[in-house]
């Protein structure tokens, strides 16, 4: 099947910094990618969808300028979350789709444990 | 977007089969019902699909009525690996669609 990466696999930032997170599809053309953030015993939140080389759409409610998606290639999204605070401590996960006109599975990455002390 | 319900918690003996099921009574005919499942700390993992006929393949069978409007993962011999949140989600069978992920249902499988 496809496989779907993510880096890093976990990180501890200072609040205030940013953090970058890399999402890859290792054997496909991801036409578009989807991230998600996942709090402790809940269930998975899109935050955002994006198709290479053009700008993500965010979900209601979550803030663009604080979660910066760029899907400059065909196998990598990035998600940096600038200026993190606490409560941005979460599983980021993201998943890649390789629509080509039918069916529509996404392959998901191992997810980023993101730790803002 | 059909929504769907599953229960929140499930328990099965190692060894025996595991039945989850799902509701997702406003689905359209166009629309796929999708399981994954999410073991802990992990991304989600593809377990089947279907759109109207059952569906089998090596880690699980899905079983959907004949109206579509529920359906049941069968996992024929549950092992303690298969202890995770199963989710259940129904999306367009064309084009790149986002997934709405439930609750889930919490399947825990005991020795």
């Known amino acids: 099947g496809a496989v779907v990466s993510q880096h890093p696999s976990r990180v501890i930032c200072k609040s205030g910094t940013s953090v970058k997170i890399e999402c890859r599809s290792l054997?496909?053309?991801?036409?578009?990618m989807f991230w998600y953030r996942q709090f402790p015993k809940q269930s998975l939140m899109l935050m955002a969808t994006?198709?290479?080389?053009?700008?993500?759409?965010?979900e209601q409610g979550v803030e663009k300028d604080k979660f910066l998606i760029n899907h400059a290639s065909l196998t990598l999204s990035t998600l940096t979350v600038t200026s993190a605070h606490p409560e941005d401590s979460s599983f980021y996960i993201c998943?890649?789709?390789?629509?080509?006109?039918?069916?529509?599975?996404?392959?998901f990455g191992p997810g980023t444990r993101l730790t803002v002390l | 977007d059909a929504k769907t319900t599953q229960p929140p918690s499930m328990d099965c003996a190692e060894g025996r089969a595991a039945n989850l099921p799902c509701n997702h009574s406003?689905?359209?005919?166009?629309?796929?019902v999708y399981w994954y499942r999410q073991i802990h700390s992990q991304g989600p993992q593809y377990i089947i699909h279907?759109?109207?006929n059952n569906e089998t393949n090596e880690m699980a069978s899905l079983i959907i009525t004949e109206d579509r409007k529920s359906s049941t993962l069968i996992l024929p011999h549950a092992t303690l690996r298969d202890t995770a949140v199963y989710y259940c989600?129904?999306?367009?069978?064309?084009?790149?669609?986002?997934?709405?992920f439930g609750t889930g249902t919490r399947l825990k499988v005991l020795a």
């Open positions: 998943s890649a789709s390789d629509w080509q006109g039918a069916g529509n599975e996404q392959f």
């Open positions: 279907g759109l109207k």
């Open positions: 994006s198709n290479e080389g053009s700008k993500a759409t965010y």
């Open positions: 989600i129904v999306i367009r069978g064309e084009g790149t669609y986002k997934y709405i």
């Open positions: 054997d496909f053309q991801a036409t578009t």
């Open positions: 406003t689905i359209s005919g166009n629309e796929y």
